[in-house]
């Protein structure tokens, strides 16, 4: 009796623990949190000062022993104490917002799909430290396609590139599972350090990363645009060191981020390549499926069309569908469990 009073107090709980963003899903509730994977620490003191949204606002503007810094590069957990205090964090405005206290939840949790045994095995443990009582791990681009509402367990081919701020995974998914993958390490974070780097080479000037980004959302673009955009990039004179400011146009970000816009491209292309043709002819009729936050670069779903000749589509509200891809695997696990990559390190039932 007691178990099945504490069982309904849980509230099962989809993640996308992405590099940049960090989102939550509630069953039966939506997406309740939308934050930078950012976090604070008092480095005297080993305390956690802030977590995503305040935590992003200290970034390049503490003192010497205060570091905001993201427990995750490329898609994968560098610093394992920072990350789960920030799950821990993450999980815990869950259940105050529920008024749950006494339950621990589920959690599916999106991963790359590139990512090693002991990268998988990292993630598990830190949502289980952070509070989590079992753990489902499921590959980004099968939570995008899922959550893109593809028929994944369909036997025909549905393609999608995931790009988000550390990885950029292309699959090729049929009866639901991933057929052709690739994961790269050019995602969002890659095209702003092209930014700074084009600065630094062409004008001499010293960016930050939140101006690099700001100006690549401003007029970034992976296609050249009928009409130019322009704005001013400031930063430090790598000359003087005064500050500066120069006003750049859409073709300088983008022959800034040209190199790194073509190896994506290819990497598309590649997988093609590498499918079967049954599986490439349900593409051509369906098209490519661009999901994540890289996705709104203005005219990458043009360019992947013309280098691939096939069809582009970007999936309605990019920014969330690995987390409602996740969300759906929520409501049924039992039925999607073919879907995960792994159900391990589950406590039994009591």
């Known amino acids: 009796m007691l178990n099945n009073f504490f069982s309904s107090l849980s509230r099962d ?18 997406i309740v949190i939308n934050e930078p994977s950012v976090v604070a620490v008092n480095q005297k003191t080993g305390q956690i000062l802030a977590v995503g949204d305040e935590a992003k606002k200290m970034v390049g503007r503490t003192p010497a022993h205060i570091v905001a810094s993201r427990p995750l590069v490329e898609g994968v957990i560098s610093d394992f104490e920072v990350a789960e205090q920030m799950l821990r964090y993450f999980i815990n405005q869950v259940r105050k917002q529920s008024l749950k206290f006494l339950s621990r939840p589920r959690v599916v949790i999106g991963v790359p799909s590139g990512v090693t045994e002991v990268e998988k095995r990292a993630v598990e443990d830190a949502t289980r430290s952070a ?5 489902y791990l499921i590959e980004e681009p099968m939570a995008a396609a899922i959550g893109s509402r593809l028929p994944i367990q369909e036997a025909a081919g549905n393609m999608v590139v995931d790009i988000g701020g550390g990885t950029t995974e292309v699959a090729i998914i049929s009866l639901g599972g991933v057929v052709v993958c690739r994961s790269l390490r050019i995602a969002g974070d890659k095209l702003n350090e092209d930014i700074i780097l ?11 990363e939140k101006t690099a980004e700001d100006i690549k959302i401003a007029i970034g673009s992976a296609f050249a645009l009928e009409d130019k955009v322009e704005t001013s990039m400031r930063g430090r004179d790598l000359i003087t060191g005064l500050p500066k400011e120069v006003i750049v146009n859409s073709d300088h970000i983008r022959e800034a981020m040209k190199r790194s816009v073509k190896t994506l491209v290819n990497a598309v292309r590649s997988t093609i390549e590498e499918a079967p043709p049954e599986l490439v002819a349900d593409i051509m009729g369906r098209g490519i499926i661009l999901a994540g936050g890289g996705s709104l670069l203005r005219g990458l779903d043009r360019l992947v069309a013309q280098e691939t000749q096939m069809p582009v589509k970007i999936t309605e509200d990019p920014l969330t569908a690995v987390v409602r891809g996740c969300g759906i695997v929520l409501e049924d696990v039992d039925a999607l469990k073919n879907v995960l990559v792994s159900t391990q390190y589950q406590e039994p039932p009591r």
């Open 131 to 135: 509070g989590a009582k079992d753990v």
């Open 13 to 30: 709980i989809g993640i996308d623990l992405g590099t940049a963003n960090t989102l939550v899903y509630v069953k039966g509730r939506g």
């Open 198 to 208: 084009y600065a630094r080479d062409e004008f001499k000037l010293l960016l930050g």
